[in-house]
């Protein structure tokens, strides 16, 4: 029985690994030509790690990690309006977080896979019976028992099967992402939030730092000079902010309007295609959520999925399992954000910080946590 894995971003890889532990025969489309160090760094909450955990890649992926120390959430000028307790966090949970190179993760994912697995240069441009793409020059037609559309937030599949979903929107947030050279100062999971602003640090496990920038910013709003840009805007923050950045490579910055599906898709499955990660659920990243639920997602639908199932009964089952849990996430990323980083006028952002200061720590750690207090269910191996 072949299923076909559209996109072999954190969310397909993930899909494909969870399938072939189903006994699926497993093709991943991907349309970049070659995988390189792309992107920044990204945190694994516990839910990921246990879902990496299901699929047979967690000690490797904890190995090329950094366990998080995590710091909690900072003022612009430095003050703490509140800590995180990391022993308490990994005692609710199990385990702490970690931040890993996404090319770490996606090459950690990649090596789990047969090598010709993944057709690469492979670029889908239709779906309806059958899988169309263009590879080679050529275009290719194919069947599969089950599609699994892993191509991110601007789908293809996802436009070809519900035409009349709007797609992504702007969220009204610009963000730059870094990774600096070897670090040896403070190393610590923290955020911090100015007024409409938010600057966050992720330690990884080769010694180096991975940053991000957030502010309010109409899309179009910046179009060069990022790093003039990042420091015009976070330059006079509290260390080690400034420091960050120096020790970034300014070519290395990568810029990104936050975009998310505001409208919410009304089934992640479409006859034997179920679509997953991004192309589902895109959100803003606010929570550090997206690629944990895209790992969430593989994990469920191969739990459901087996090649001798019912197919449309057990797509019917995933979409049951993911869409409310996933849909609900994004929402709260989505206020996370208005709270947090968009939040601009002084005064409501003085009595934010107040309110924060004043929560229970032990309040504030549950908050934290509940998205992240997921287990996943069994991978019947074939
Ligand atoms: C600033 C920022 C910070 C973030 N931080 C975190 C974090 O800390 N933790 C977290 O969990 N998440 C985070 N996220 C979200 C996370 O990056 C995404 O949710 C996740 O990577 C989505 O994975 P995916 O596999 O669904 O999609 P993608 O990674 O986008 O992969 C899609 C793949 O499909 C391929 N593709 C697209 N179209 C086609 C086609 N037609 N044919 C063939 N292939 C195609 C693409 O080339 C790509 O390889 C962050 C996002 C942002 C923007």
């Given at each position: 029985?072949d299923?076909?894995?559209?996109?072999?971003?954190?969310?397909?890889?993930?899909?494909?690994?969870?399938?072939?532990?189903?006994?699926?025969?497993?093709?991943?489309?991907?349309?970049?030509?070659?995988?390189?160090?792309?992107?920044?760094?990204?945190?694994?909450?516990?839910?990921?790690l246990?879902?990496?955990?299901?699929?047979?890649?967690?000690?490797?992926?904890?190995?090329?990690?950094h366990?998080?120390?995590?710091?909690?959430?900072?003022?612009?000028?430095?003050?703490?309006?509140?800590?995180?307790?990391?022993?308490?966090?990994?005692?609710?949970?199990?385990?702490?977080?970690?931040?890993?190179?996404?090319?770490?993760?996606?090459?950690?994912?990649?090596?789990?896979?047969?090598?010709?697995?993944?057709?690469?240069?492979?670029?889908?441009?239709?779906?309806?019976?059958?899988?169309?793409?263009?590879?080679?020059?050529?275009?290719?037609?194919?069947?599969?028992?089950?599609?699994?559309?892993?191509?991110?937030?601007?789908s293809?599949?996802?436009?070809?099967?519900?035409?009349?979903?709007?797609?992504?929107?702007?969220s009204?947030?610009t963000?730059?992402l870094?990774?600096?050279?070897?670090?040896?100062?403070?190393?610590?999971?923290?955020?911090?939030?100015?007024?409409?602003?938010?600057?966050?640090?992720?330690p990884?496990?080769?010694?180096?730092?991975y940053?991000?920038?957030?502010?309010?910013?109409?899309?179009?709003?910046?179009?060069?000079?990022?790093?003039?840009?990042?420091?015009?805007?976070?330059?006079?923050?509290?260390?080690?902010?400034?420091?960050?950045?120096?020790?970034?490579?300014?070519?290395?910055?990568?810029?990104?309007?936050?975009?998310?599906?505001?409208?919410?898709?009304?089934?992640?499955?479409?006859?034997?295609?179920?679509?997953?990660?991004?192309?589902?659920?895109?959100?803003?990243?606010?929570?550090?959520?997206?690629?944990?639920?895209?790992?969430?997602?593989?994990?469920?639908?191969?739990s459901?999925?087996?090649?001798?199932?019912?197919?449309?009964?057990?797509?019917?089952?995933?979409?049951?399992?993911?869409?409310?849990?996933?849909?609900?996430?994004a929402?709260?990323?989505e206020?996370?954000?208005?709270?947090?980083?968009?939040l601009?006028?002084?005064?409501?952002?003085?009595?934010?910080?107040?309110?924060?200061?004043?929560?229970?720590?032990?309040?504030?750690?549950?908050?934290m946590?509940?998205?992240?207090?997921?287990?996943?269910?069994?991978?019947?191996?074939?």
């Amino acid at each position: 029985m072949d299923a076909i894995v559209i996109g072999a971003g954190i969310g397909g890889l993930c899909a494909a690994i969870g399938l072939r532990r189903r006994g699926w025969q497993v093709t991943v489309l991907e349309r970049t030509a070659r995988f390189g160090e792309v992107g920044a760094g990204l945190t694994l909450m516990a839910n990921g790690l246990r879902g990496l955990d299901a699929l047979g890649v967690g000690d490797r992926v904890r190995a090329a990690g950094h366990p998080d120390t995590p710091g909690g959430i900072r003022t612009a000028s430095g003050r703490w309006i509140s800590r995180i307790d990391g022993a308490a966090m990994t005692r609710l949970l199990g385990t702490s977080a970690l931040g890993i190179h996404r090319a770490s993760l996606h090459e950690i994912l990649r090596a789990a896979l047969p090598a010709d697995t993944i057709v690469t240069g492979a670029e889908v441009t239709d779906i309806g019976g059958q899988v169309v793409y263009r590879h080679d020059g050529e275009t290719v037609t194919r069947a599969a028992s089950l599609v699994v559309a892993a191509d991110g937030i601007d789908s293809t599949v996802r436009a070809r099967l519900w035409p009349g979903h709007p797609g992504p929107v702007h969220s009204g947030s610009t963000a730059w992402l870094g990774v600096t050279g070897p670090w040896d100062g403070e190393r610590m999971a923290a955020i911090s939030w100015g007024q409409g602003a938010e600057f966050g640090m992720v330690p990884l496990g080769d010694g180096r730092v991975y940053w991000f920038a957030a502010v309010n910013a109409p899309a179009g709003r910046y179009v060069d000079d990022d790093t003039a840009a990042v420091r015009a805007r976070f330059g006079g923050w509290h260390a080690p902010v400034p420091d960050l950045l120096d020790a970034t490579d300014p070519a290395a910055v990568i810029r990104t309007e936050l975009r998310h599906l505001a409208t919410a898709l009304p089934s992640y499955v479409h006859g034997r295609v179920a679509l997953l990660g991004d192309a589902a659920h895109a959100m803003t990243p606010n929570l550090g959520q997206g690629a944990n639920q895209a790992i969430e997602d593989a994990v469920v639908l191969a739990s459901v999925c087996g090649p001798d199932d019912d197919i449309p009964a057990a797509l019917a089952g995933y979409d049951r399992q993911r869409r409310p849990r996933s849909q609900q996430i994004a929402r709260a990323a989505e206020q996370l954000g208005r709270i947090g980083q968009q939040l601009s006028n002084p005064v409501a952002v003085e009595l934010r910080n107040t309110l924060m200061r004043l929560t229970p720590p032990r309040t504030a750690l549950r908050s934290m946590a509940r998205h992240a207090d997921w287990t996943p269910p069994q991978i019947t191996q074939a």
